[in-house]
C-alpha cells in the first residue's frame, strides 16, 4: 500500500510533464501543415541552379 504512495504522485508528475509538453507544441505550432513534413522527405526541393 505505501508503493500507491509514491507512485501516485510521479504518475502525477508525467501527467503534468505531458500537458505542458501538448501546450508548448501547440503553441509553438507543431501541429500546423502536419502533410507538409510528410511530403518533405519524398521530393527534392532544391531549386538552386546547379553550376
Known amino acids: 500500500m505505501s508503493i500507491l ?3 501516485v504522485p510521479i ?3 508525467f ?3 505531458g500537458v505542458l509538453l ?3 507544441a501547440v503553441k509553438k505550432d ?3 501543415d502536419l502533410d ?3 511530403h ?3 521530393f527534392d526541393e532544391d531549386d ?3 553550376p
Open 22 to 24: 501538448f501546450f508548448w
Open 30 to 32: 507543431q501541429f500546423e
Open 40 to 42: 518533405s522527405i519524398l
Open 5 to 7: 504512495a509514491i507512485l
Open 15 to 17: 501527467a503534468i510533464i
Open 48 to 50: 538552386q541552379p546547379k
Open 11 to 13: 504518475a502525477l508528475i
Open 36 to 38: 507538409r513534413q510528410g
